[in-house]
């Protein structure tokens, strides 16, 4: 069976395409680049050079490649950037969601496993894990473009168009188990990608924003999960919709939190290094704990988180990040 992984020259998108690719699948990469790189496109994949945005060649690349079902990770995913550019971002990421909408009804592709965010869910829930169906508000234009991306799939799929997994990422990181492939994109904006730079001396220091939020130790809460585990769900997404199962969406995450300052002591300690902590304002737009309730994805999709610990997942990521900028 052939599987279409937009973004898969991306950071999850490649991890995804590999894992894809061990469990018999074979995988068709399309991606414009943007973000992405060549390189992360593991072996074994074809890739196709190609915008999301265009619905014509989306329709070429899916009746002359025969896909079965789609993965659609092609997306930009600068919070920061969407509020200052808000229609990059949804021309982008809803407009591209459509586009591949379209295509897949005009030739019959029914499958599509989606990537969206723990950001629909802006600040409201912040004394519990986060269920799916709690109140969406997101806060920034980024949140938006994902939020109307699930009301169109959710809205083609009651048409029975197609059956399709939202998949809401809450804190990726870390690295592959083997060490071949981790987050390449050098100006990432995630704390533990951050945190390791600043380790290795790729960064002068580390800047924590925001010391005075209702949390233990004053600082954001949020539920990190290991890129080689979220593989794991879109596997199991994926099989659930070839198999005939229904739409649904699920939040991606562990159940539980760690804030800024637990995972720059663990980054320290993983690393020996001691880098330099700036603390300063909030960021506009940070909740103070974002963790998923993550139950109806072990009931339903029978998921086994593997790696659940911070310590592996920060090792994996700093290991990773002295690979790529050849430190020893
Ligand atoms: N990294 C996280 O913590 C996180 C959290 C929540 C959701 N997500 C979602 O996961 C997905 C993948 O994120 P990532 O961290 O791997 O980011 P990434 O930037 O590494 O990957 C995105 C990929 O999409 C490609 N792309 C972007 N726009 C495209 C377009 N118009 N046409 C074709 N290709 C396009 C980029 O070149 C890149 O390869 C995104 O949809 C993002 O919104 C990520």
């Not at 004053?218 to 070839?242: F, P, Q, S």
């Not at 991606?252 to 020996?272: D, L």
Request: charged share 25%; glycine share 8%; net charge neutral.
């Amino acid at each position: 069976m052939k599987i279409l992984v937009t973004g898969g020259a991306g950071y999850i998108g490649s991890h995804t395409a590999n894992r894809l690719l061990k469990n018999g699948f074979e995988v068709v990469v399309f991606d414009n680049l943007t973000t992405g790189f060549r390189e992360a496109v593991p072996k074994g994949a074809k890739f196709i050079q190609g915008d999301v945005r265009s619905e014509e060649h989306l329709t070429q690349v899916l009746r002359d490649e025969k896909i079965s079902a789609v993965i659609h990770f092609a997306a930009k995913l600068n919070v920061k950037e969407s509020t200052f550019k808000p229609l990059d971002y949804y021309e982008n990421n809803t407009a591209g969601v459509l586009a591949m909408a379209k295509a897949m009804q005009t030739v019959g592709v029914k499958h599509i496993v989606f990537s969206s965010t723990a950001a629909l869910f802006g600040d409201k829930v912040q004394d519990r894990g986060i269920v799916e169906d709690d109140p969406k508000s997101p806060l920034n234009p980024y949140g938006n473009s994902k939020l109307m991306s699930e009301y169109i799939l959710s809205d083609a799929a009651s048409t029975g168009a197609l059956t399709y997994c939202a998949l809401r990422y809450f804190n990726v990181a870390g690295a592959s188990d083997d060490g071949e492939n981790g987050q390449r994109t050098a100006d990432a904006f995630h704390l533990i990608h951050l945190g390791v730079q600043a380790a290795i001396g790729k960064r002068k220091q580390l800047q924590l924003f925001g010391n005075d939020y209702p949390t233990p130790d004053g600082t954001c809460i949020r539920d990190y999960i290991h890129v080689e585990d979220l593989a794991d769900i879109h596997l199991l997404a994926l099989k659930h919709l070839l198999a005939g199962g229904e739409s649904d969406y699920f939040n991606c995450g562990y159940g539980f939190g760690y804030s800024v300052k637990e995972v720059i002591k663990m980054i320290k300690t993983v690393s020996g290094a001691d880098f330099p902590v700036i603390e300063s304002e909030r960021r506009p737009g940070d909740a103070a704990s974002l963790v998923a309730d993550s139950a109806k994805l072990k009931s339903k999709l029978g998921w086994k988180p593997q790696r659940a610990d911070l310590n592996l997942i920060c090792k994996s990521a700093y290991q990773w990040e002295k690979r790529i900028s050849n430190v020893k």
